[in-house]
């Protein structure tokens, strides 16, 4: 079977975000100086970067006890006057593959213009772009970036890299630990269910696909869809875990691929699992430790617990499934569609 460019982005992206741990730790004290002022932190973004910022924005809360927030650039374009006065003394946090997207560009003017004097913090993949000259600290994860088109190494770390900044203001040591034991223990686990998954990518298997999370897991869940959606060229949906009972559980059955992103609370998880396989879907479940006798398949994390590296790995089974499911489908997951690496306006 021919590997294509992005096989190896994601089934080797470990060694990306381990380059980028240690780039982010290396720059700790440039970045606790830079947010030494107290102030709201707002992530600002478009595409698979706002949905990573869904996520990481509530763990930087979490860890920072600071406001914090996630706004698409899309709606602060189309709709600037909705955040007139909402900010206290703001900095906005601004990741982006290219830093070459348009809408963007434009929201951080609009946001500036807003906010005179305010600050803006930059992660991006692309060297020499725009946003890094519009940024008061600009960092750079190169070795992140893909050669396909659609982000999958390139979400994992921007994903990391906040996560990480949140770690580092809040002075989570055991978090960078957890990273660490995570990294270490995954060229083993994408290896081993990387078959398994090769297995479930199967259209006569998978007809249609579902996402479940919640809370600081919820921007990734939602991003493990759109990445179905884009390498596959195929129709995914996302849900809250407990919503998708209100409603569309209607649409599960035989061959509904139901994936659930744990680590909330194992008793609801396991309720809506047992609800959901009533239906005939098959249930896939991420979170550490052992198996569950409530899923058709759990893939391990490993034994560390924070919700974020469970997130990171239910990202890794999306992506990788994503890959086989394109291949599966007759399709090219290096370059599906009409998609583009970034939009310019």
């Given at each position: 079977?021919?590997?294509?460019?992005?096989?190896?982005?994601?089934?080797?992206?470990?060694?990306?975000?381990?380059?980028?741990?240690?780039?982010?730790?290396?720059?700790?004290?440039?970045?606790?100086?830079?947010?030494?002022?107290?102030?709201?932190?707002?992530?600002?973004?478009?595409?698979?970067?706002?949905?990573?910022?869904?996520?990481?924005?509530?763990?930087?809360?979490?860890?920072?006890?600071?406001?914090?927030?996630?706004?698409?650039?899309?709606?602060?374009?189309?709709?600037?006057?909705?955040?007139?006065?909402?900010?206290?003394?703001?900095?906005?946090?601004?990741?982006?593959?290219?830093?070459?997207?348009?809408?963007?560009?434009?929201?951080?003017?609009?946001?500036?213009?807003l906010?005179?004097?305010?600050?803006?913090?930059?992660?991006?993949?692309?060297e020499?772009n725009?946003?890094?000259?519009?940024?008061?600290?600009?960092?750079?994860?190169?070795?992140?970036?893909?050669?396909?088109?659609?982000?999958?190494r390139?979400?994992?770390?921007?994903?990391?890299?906040?996560?990480?900044?949140?770690?580092?203001?809040?002075?989570d040591?055991?978090?960078?630990?957890?990273?660490?034991?995570?990294?270490?223990?995954?060229?083993?686990?994408?290896?081993?269910?990387e078959?398994?998954?090769?297995?479930?990518?199967?259209?006569?298997?998978?007809?249609?696909?579902?996402?479940?999370?919640?809370?600081?897991?919820?921007?990734?869940?939602?991003?493990?869809?759109?990445?179905?959606?884009?390498?596959?060229?195929?129709?995914?949906?996302?849900?809250?875990?407990?919503?998708?009972?209100?409603?569309?559980?209607?649409?599960a059955?035989?061959?509904?691929?139901?994936?659930?992103?744990?680590?909330?609370?194992?008793?609801?998880?396991?309720?809506?699992?047992?609800?959901?396989?009533?239906?005939?879907?098959?249930?896939?479940?991420?979170?550490p430790?052992?198996?569950?006798?409530?899923?058709?398949?759990?893939?391990?994390?490993?034994?560390?617990?924070?919700?974020?590296?469970?997130?990171?790995?239910?990202?890794?089974?999306?992506?990788?499934?994503?890959?086989?499911?394109?291949?599966?489908?007759?399709?090219?997951?290096?370059?599906?569609?009409?998609?583009?690496?970034?939009?310019?306006?």
């Amino acid at each position: 079977m021919t590997k294509y460019l992005s096989h190896g982005e994601i089934h080797t992206q470990y060694i990306a975000l381990e380059k980028t741990l240690d780039y982010m730790l290396n720059n700790a004290s440039k970045i606790q100086e830079f947010f030494a002022d107290d102030g709201d932190i707002v992530m600002l973004a478009c595409g698979s970067s706002y949905w990573m910022s869904l996520s990481a924005h509530k763990t930087i809360k979490v860890k920072t006890d600071r406001r914090a927030y996630a706004l698409k650039a899309g709606d602060v374009v189309l709709c600037p006057e909705e955040y007139t006065g909402m900010f206290n003394n703001p900095v906005f946090l601004c990741p982006s593959r290219s830093g070459l997207t348009g809408e963007l560009l434009d929201a951080v003017d609009i946001m500036l213009s807003l906010y005179p004097g305010a600050k803006v913090f930059s992660i991006t993949e692309y060297e020499n772009n725009k946003l890094a000259v519009k940024s008061d600290l600009a960092l750079s994860i190169p070795w992140a970036n893909e050669e396909s088109v659609c982000q999958t190494r390139s979400f994992s770390c921007l994903y990391l890299a906040f996560t990480t900044l949140g770690a580092i203001l809040g002075n989570d040591d055991a978090f960078i630990c957890d990273l660490r034991t995570y990294l270490k223990s995954a060229p083993d686990l994408y290896r081993e269910q990387e078959v398994k998954i090769r297995d479930i990518a199967d259209p006569t298997k998978a007809t249609s696909l579902v996402t479940l999370g919640g809370g600081l897991q919820y921007g990734v869940v939602v991003e493990g869809a759109y990445i179905v959606i884009e390498v596959a060229e195929f129709l995914a949906n996302y849900y809250q875990l407990l919503e998708y009972r209100h409603g569309p559980i209607v649409t599960a059955g035989k061959g509904t691929a139901v994936f659930i992103c744990a680590g909330m609370s194992s008793m609801h998880e396991a309720k809506m699992a047992k609800e959901i396989k009533d239906t005939g879907a098959n249930v896939y479940v991420i979170k550490p430790g052992e198996a569950v006798s409530f899923a058709d398949h759990t893939f391990s994390c490993g034994d560390v617990t924070d919700k974020e590296i469970i997130a990171l790995h239910f990202i890794f089974v999306l992506q990788s499934f994503a890959y086989y499911f394109a291949i599966a489908r007759g399709k090219n997951p290096d370059n599906p569609g009409n998609l583009v690496p970034f939009i310019v306006y």
